[in-house]
């Protein structure tokens, strides 16, 4: 037996042409920007892949080398690298970015601290904010909040910087075998991959991800809404649940089921404790497989908890299976060590006792691993090999790869999604969550999963869930989670009438996108795009893009700043301070219309948070009028744009979970807007494999910030009837197409051309003064102001002794 099968494609061994070489020391020149420096005293290179690195086959770039009697010089474009062939140190390695932006100090020396925009961590376990408990608060759970913390979360850096350059070391990886597993390298070289990109960050990244891995493709239903709690569920119980979801119309695509779907109290000590099991609890599930086949019968995949740190002891089902194939006597009641360093038990764990589980049903597994970094081999990771392992194992029924699980390092974006762990319900953990996603792109890790609520400890804070779930609702995976407490849960009924209200909303949004996801989806794996791009990406060399941590590209077409901050009472509204790069941008849901190229505070109540569109953005979703919870390819569509400018956008359409991700299985639509004499929205004919997709559909096409319009339709060139509306207080046109062949084109046309509206100052104003709690006098006079003077009034209500949540509000309406 081994692990022959569980091998990720790899083309480790670099060019000749690629390599400076000498005795003990190795460079090679992969890019002009990207650097492999290696040294080993016995003159031992490493050939293989990595748990970081899979590819080094890349393209010779242009470079010249000089050398004398002191140093080597190599010079690229963007490099100038001066090396004394001695052992790495600061005063004989050195390098010098000379391409590519990133100002003064882009002189690396050996040895030199890192200064780069940082990249992810391990787990938020116990962390409030970036703030972490220590582990004997974290572990008895009733520590009060204002006790003292132990530390900060130790963020790992990451291949972005200011400064031009940032270094990936990867002297302590195990190399990965032709075999299929894991193997220490030989001697105590030195191995490091030098990014000398300067601002060229997207560049950097693209490269970064050949040279470790491409960010995989999802399933489709991952980009749904998850439920999971850690709650002793019956079967009877989370069937009621879901049907009350069903009847609320909440739709949700994954249910997860925390440790207690195992037998946990019932243990004999003399087996320890129930942490770890593999048996179903039968009093609590008395039909697994039932259960399973109705959760995707009512479009909810599954994935189950698991800890496997104990191994598998003697009263677990399929104990005398696996004790057999490790070849221990069942009768002797011996346990199965949990062991990854030994190849043989990762098959037989895998094989003999999680796919019996995944025949029944179950879709995925969370690799809930919180004991530590250690092996039987010095440096092997038990959390990287159970990612690694888990993923490449979890498609042999033929669905697409997936695991949910902690980050492991370095190259841990080939295994999502991520699980960031048990972070405490808080202001500071909800204001540290969008940062700490972003950064997280920094290293290639496209998709954490967080606990939207916050899992444990902290107060009841029906604002907080609120806000929460907005986030959520655009962030990467969308968890609902809590801890096991009765009071603790995160159904929307549970909270106050406006809350529940805000989360029904977003949680159906969040569904109601799956569309543009899939496509961001596609765009991560074939485009190395992450779907969260912090401001800088796009825009390096300006400060402000590094002044707002917590905002984010959220795919090509959005702009999202969340709210983490409690609404003031008097304006009953929350701010946020927004960089808006240049050009005109609406508000998703307002219609409102801003100017960018500055920083602006930007006001919302509980019931809406800050996404922008920018000009010319296109945004598919699936048009939730009719309700149903299916992930698949919809039959009804809802296209929001803001035409502003040209735009274009392809949807991206495929079966949704098979591992086979060949061109030919993607169906193409191209979604155009395009102004002239006459403006038009066309929907372009679905190309590729259309038998993924229905054979027709109806669209709703919704021009947001424009005024009223007339139009005609066609398809094909033939006029279809359709339904035109108007929405004054959003400034908002809606065109319904009817269902209509996936194979015509269809046009929308306004002839005398669509026109951006004005912002209706006063109406707007009237909306925010109206729920403000302040005197009627007051309101009425800044109204007057308002609808006399416009934005010329700012002077005015300057005198007005407003407070500076009343007049930052004002003044986000008269400046947008």
């Not at 005063?91 to 690396?108: F, M």
């Not at 066309?682 to 109806?698: C, D, H, M, Q």
């Amino acid at each position: 037996m081994g692990m022959e099968g569980y091998k990720l494609e790899s083309h480790p061994v670099s060019k000749k042409e690629a390599i400076i070489q000498g005795d003990c020391y190795r460079i090679t020149m992969l890019t002009s920007a990207l650097v492999r420096l290696e040294y080993n005293s016995e003159g031992v290179f490493e050939d293989r892949a990595t748990q970081s690195v899979l590819n080094r086959d890349f393209p010779v770039p242009e470079f010249k080398v000089v050398e004398d009697e002191e140093e080597l010089v190599i010079y690229t474009d963007s490099l100038e690298i001066h090396y004394n062939r001695k052992p790495f140190a600061a005063n004989g390695l050195s390098i010098k970015v000379i391409g590519g932006g990133g100002g003064w100090g882009r002189n690396w020396n050996y040895g030199d601290e890192p200064s780069d925009l940082l990249g992810t961590a391990r787990t938020l376990d116990g962390c409030d904010g970036a703030m972490k408990l220590s582990d004997d608060a974290y572990l008895k759970g009733d520590t009060p909040m204002n006790e003292k913390y132990s530390g900060k979360v130790k963020m790992e850096h990451g291949i972005i910087s200011r400064k031009g350059f940032a270094v990936v070391d990867d002297s302590h990886s195990m190399a990965l075998t032709e075999d299929g597993w894991v193997s220490p390298r030989q001697g105590d070289g030195e191995d490091l991959y030098f990014f000398g990109y300067g601002h060229r960050y997207l560049e950097s990244l693209k490269d970064f991800y050949y040279l470790c891995g491409k960010q995989p493709l999802l399933p489709r239903y991952a980009f749904g809404n998850w439920w999971s709690r850690y709650h002793r569920y019956t079967e009877e119980e989370y069937k009621e649940l879901v049907e009350r979801f069903e009847d609320e119309k909440l739709p949700f695509s994954v249910a997860v089921v925390d440790m207690d779907w195992h037998i946990v109290d019932d243990v004999d000590p003399k087996y320890g404790s129930g942490w770890t099991g593999y048996t179903w609890n039968k009093n609590f599930f008395p039909d697994p497989k039932g259960f399973m086949s109705w959760l995707h019968e009512h479009n909810m995949k599954i994935t189950l908890n698991v800890h496997p740190a104990d191994g598998i002891r003697a009263y677990e089902e399929l104990y005398p299976r696996v004790a057999e194939k490790m070849g221990i006597d069942p009768e002797s009641e011996i346990a199965v060590q949990f062991d990854p360093a030994d190849p043989h038990f990762m098959e037989v764990y895998l094989k003999d006792l999680h796919h019996p589980l995944e025949e029944e049903g179950v879709d995925f597994w969370w690799l809930d691993w919180q004991q530590g970094t250690v092996t039987k081999v010095p440096g092997l990771d038990p959390l990287w090999m159970l990612n690694h392992y888990h993923y490449l194992d979890s498609s042999w029924k033929g669905n697409r790869p997936l695991t949910f699980s902690r980050y492991a390092g370095v190259g841990s974006h080939r295994y999502p999604v991520g699980f960031s762990g048990d972070s405490v319900i808080s202001w500071e953990s909800l204001q540290f969550q969008p940062y700490f996603t972003n950064t997280a792109s920094n290293v290639g890790y496209g998709w954490w999963s967080h606990d939207i609520g916050g899992h444990m400890m902290g107060i009841r804070d029906d604002e907080l869930m609120a806000r929460w779930v907005e986030y959520g609702v655009f962030s990467p995976i969308n968890r609902l989670h809590s801890t096991d407490n009765p009071f603790n849960g995160k159904e929307p009924w549970k909270f106050d009438k406006i809350t529940q209200g805000v989360m029904e909303d977003y949680l159906r949004l969040r569904h109601g996108m799956v569309p543009y996801l899939y496509t961001m989806n596609h765009r991560a794996n074939y485009d190395d795009l992450p779907l969260i791009q912090p401001m800088y990406y796009l825009e390096p060399d300006c400060d402000e893009a590094y002044q707002v941590p917590n905002e984010y590209y959220f795919g090509s077409e959005l702009l999202v700043s969340p709210i983490t901050e409690k609404q003031d009472p008097e304006v009953r509204a929350a701010k946020v301070t927004t960089w808006l790069p240049e050009g005109m941008w609406v508000d998703f849901f307002t219609g409102m219309v801003y100017q960018g190229g500055r920083m602006i505070d930007l006001w919302r109540g509980v019931e809406d948070m800050p996404v922008l569109m920018k000009a010319g953005a296109i945004v598919p979703m699936k048009d939730m009028a009719d309700y149903d919870s299916s992930t698949d390819n919809p039959k009804a569509m809802e296209v929001r744009v803001f035409p502003a400018e040209d735009g274009t956008f392809t949807l991206w359409e495929d079966q949704g979970d098979t591992p086979v991700d060949k061109e030919e299985n993607w169906v193409a639509t191209q979604l155009t807007f395009t102004g002239g004499e006459e403006d038009t929205f066309t929907i372009g004919k679905a190309l590729g494999n259309v038998s993924v997709i229905p054979e027709s559909r109806s669209w709703k096409v919704v021009f947001m910030g424009v005024e009223k319009a007339c139009c005609k339709v066609t398809a094909d060139g033939e006029e279809v009837a359709v339904k035109v509306s108007y929405d004054k207080a959003i400034a908002a046109l809606t065109v319904e197409v009817p269902e209509t062949a996936v194979g015509k084109e269809i046009v929308i046309t306004f002839a005398d051309g669509i026109s951006l509206a004005e912002n209706d100052l006063a109406g707007r104003c009237y909306a925010m003064l109206d729920k403000a709690q302040i005197p009627y006098n007051l309101k009425s006079a800044i109204q007057a102001v308002v609808e006399k003077m416009g934005k010329d009034g700012i002077g005015t209500l300057a005198t007005m002794n407003l407070s500076p949540a009343l007049m930052g509000a004002v003044l986000e309406l008269l400046t947008a």
